[in-house]
Structure formats: structure tokens, C-alpha cells
């Protein structure tokens, strides 16, 4: 089982949609959770992070999580084609290592 | 600031060659990072280092190694280069361990043939 794991994608949304990455992780342990965002040849880019269950909101980007489950999600309300991106699932440890899944490709259509 | 710097951006090795790839940030942060992208995959953690003078192993640290002389400069160095280390490398710094955001360098994209 992989430490972290997204669905696989690619994920197609038409604009003004909601769109639902989600991610699940195996470490109990883990302390911290992000999501990253990375343009076609680019770095990944910080978009959000969330370390207690429950909703965080920023914008049009909403951060899920629940530690009984093991699961992270990231909703993302009025989709725009500039959303078109890979979104990375990230997962820290105590010791300040982090762990990406294998992204999922969003493209939102106009 | 310039953030995270990383040299160079494109190189093309033959296989059983050296090189090191160098990264620099001029943000005072003590953890530093060197991670690896393959084509549609996520990040692995090559080595990572929580301050001057302290290096440890990530998922991948097979092939190369790493020095941390100075708070600014982590270099990632590859010896006697494989195909199978073609890939895209990223140079990422944080503050300290409980700091959120990584900053992300912009990449060296690495082809060995």
C-alpha cells in the first residue's frame, strides 16, 4: 500500500463546477496535510494545508479532513480553466518529512 | 529575496558521468530537501537536511549523495550517472520543522543517456 494515494484521474470538470480531489494516507502518525498545485513544468505551489479534522475554507478552496479515516480531500467551488493544473497531496510527519501522492490531473473545460 | 535557486535548469549527462546539482536559498531556513519527479508521478524524497551539518536518507537516496556545509547551499550530487536517473529534480526549503509551506526551487530537468 502506498503511504499516500489520490484518486488517479485525470479529473474533468466543466467550468463553474465543483471539482473533488481526494487523498488518502496510511501513517497514523502524521501531524500535517497540504495541497500543492503544479502548472505543466513548473514547482508545486502551496495552496492550502489543514492539521485538525474538519473543513478549512480559503477562497474557492475548501480542505477536508478526518484522522479516523485517514483521508484528505480538496473541494474546489466555480471551477475555472485556470484550475487546470496537478494537484499533489502531500503528508508530514513528526520528524518534518513530507510524503506526495501521485497527484491527480484536474482539466476544467470552458 | 531571491527564494530558492537551483543550477542548472537543463543538463544532458552520459551514463557513468558526474555531476552536482546545486541549490541555494536566501531565506535563513534550516530544513532543506531534494526531491525527484518522474514523468506523471509525484515527488519522492531523495535526501533532506534539518540544518548545517546534518543529512539523512528520504525514500530514494540510492545513487546520491548530499552535503550541508552552510545554511544556504544544500548540492545534490550524482555519481556514475544511470538512465534510470533521468528525471525532474526539485530543491525545496522550510523554515523549521513545524512550518508549513515548503518553497519549491524552480527544477532541474536532468536527462542521462
Known amino acids: 500500500q502506498k503511504e499516500v494515494e489520490q484518486n488517479s484521474g485525470p479529473l474533468s470538470v466543466p467550468e463553474g463546477a465543483i471539482a473533488s480531489l481526494n487523498c488518502t494516507y496510511s501513517?497514523?502518525?502524521?501531524?500535517?496535510f497540504f495541497w500543492y498545485r503544479q502548472y505543466s513544468g513548473k514547482s508545486p505551489e502551496l495552496i492550502m494545508f489543514?492539521?485538525?479534522?474538519g473543513d478549512k475554507e480559503d477562497g474557492r478552496f475548501t480542505a477536508q479532513l478526518n484522522k479516523a479515516s485517514q483521508y484528505v480531500s480538496l473541494l474546489i467551488r466555480d471551477s475555472q480553466p485556470s484550475d487546470s493544473a496537478t494537484y499533489l497531496c502531500a503528508v508530514n510527519t513528526n520528524a518534518g518529512k513530507s510524503t506526495f501522492g501521485d497527484g491527480t490531473t484536474l482539466t476544467v473545460k470552458p | 529575496n531571491a527564494g530558492v535557486t537551483q543550477t542548472p535548469k537543463f543538463r544532458i549527462l552520459k551514463i557513468g558521468q558526474s555531476m552536482t546539482l546545486q541549490c541555494t536559498q536566501d531565506m535563513n531556513h534550516n530544513y532543506m530537501y531534494w526531491y525527484r519527479q518522474d514523468p506523471g508521478m509525484g515527488l519522492k524524497l531523495i535526501y533532506y537536511?534539518?540544518?548545517?551539518?546534518?543529512?539523512d536518507k528520504g525514500e530514494v537516496p540510492n545513487g546520491y549523495n548530499v552535503s550541508r556545509s552552510t545554511t544556504e547551499d544544500f548540492p545534490l550530487r550524482l555519481e556514475l550517472a544511470a538512465p534510470s536517473q533521468t528525471s525532474v529534480y526539485f530543491c525545496?526549503?522550510?523554515?523549521?520543522?513545524?512550518?508549513?509551506?515548503?518553497?519549491f526551487g524552480p527544477g532541474t530537468r536532468l536527462t542521462v543517456t
Open positions: 525545496a526549503s522550510r523554515r523549521r520543522r513545524d512550518s508549513y509551506e515548503q518553497y
Open positions: 489543514i492539521y485538525s479534522n
Open positions: 537536511s534539518v540544518g548545517a551539518g546534518i543529512t
Open positions: 501513517d497514523r502518525g502524521s501531524q500535517s
